[in-house]
T-cell receptor, first 112, second 110 residues
Framework: AQSVTQLGSHVSVSEGALVLLRCNYS??????LFWYVQYPNQGLQLLLK??????LVKGINGFEAEFKKSETSFHLTKPSAHMSDAAEYFC??????????FGAGTRLFVKA | DAGVTQSPTHLIKTRGQQVTLRCSPK?????VSWYQQALGQGPQFIFQ???????QRGNFPDRFSGHQFPNYSSELNVNALLLGDSALYLC?????????FGPGTRLTVL
């Protein structure tokens, strides 16, 4: 069965530190990979998406992710965390227009 | 351009009741998907509608049904509510392999 696994339900970083949120997908997962952010009591906002055009994908708010087929990974990074980055982050996989499979989410805490 | 809108924002029901949630996609988007997000979990795909037909369905019982109207808006109906149906229900409209999510409807079943 297709699956997306996010390593670590909670990640805490200091403001200005590197953010690294980990995501692994099953090898049978369709070709599109996404990262979404969810702020409290809000819907999901797309940060970035991988559609096989380039392995390093740049998104909004300074986030980027690298697709590594050999490691079946799609980790999300940001060089310098900001307080406003505190939120829930979801890795997801799908065909884009059809069924999308989400990971369980990682809550990012940013300490002042 | 208005984004995806959902109504109501919050809803409280009791076990056994029926509920209808509504979604209006972004202008020009003809595909609508519904997701259930239980507390502390990622969204789970319920089903997707395109051209007023259910195109794909996730692992949800028949108590969950939907409809899409000619203007592409959609409804999600849940019958015989269970406590476990309490969740945030998200609607997403799709174009060019990208999904745009609404703010969700928070359903509480008592």
């Amino acid at each position: 069965a297709q699956s997306v696994t996010q390593l670590g339900s909670h990640v805490s970083v200091s403001e200005g530190a590197l953010v690294l949120l980990r995501c692994n997908y099953s090898s049978s997962v369709p070709p599109y990979l996404f990262w979404y952010v969810q702020y409290p009591n809000q819907g999901l906002q797309l940060l970035l998406k991988y559609t096989s055009a380039a392995t390093l994908v740049k998104g909004i708010n300074g986030f980027e992710a690298e697709f590594k087929k050999s490691e079946t990974s799609f980790h999300l990074t940001k060089p310098s965390a900001h307080m406003s980055d505190a939120a829930e982050y979801f890795c997801a996989a799908g065909t884009g227009g059809f069924k999308t499979i989400f990971g369980a989410g990682t809550r990012l805490f940013v300490k002042a | 351009d208005a984004g995806v809108t959902q109504s109501p924002t919050h809803l409280i029901k009791t076990r056994g009741q029926q509920v209808t949630l509504r979604c209006s996609p972004k202008s020009g988007h003809d595909t609508v998907s519904w997701y259930q997000q239980a507390l502390g979990q990622g969204p789970q795909f319920i089903f997707q509608y395109y051209e007023e037909e259910e195109r794909q369905r996730g692992n949800f019982p028949d108590r969950f049904s939907g409809h899409q109207f000619p203007n592409y808006s959609s409804e999600l109906n849940v019958n015989a509510l269970l406590l476990g149906d309490s969740a945030l229900y998200l609607c997403a409209s799709t174009v060019l392999n990208e999904q745009f999510f609404g703010p969700g409807t928070r359903l509480t079943v008592l």
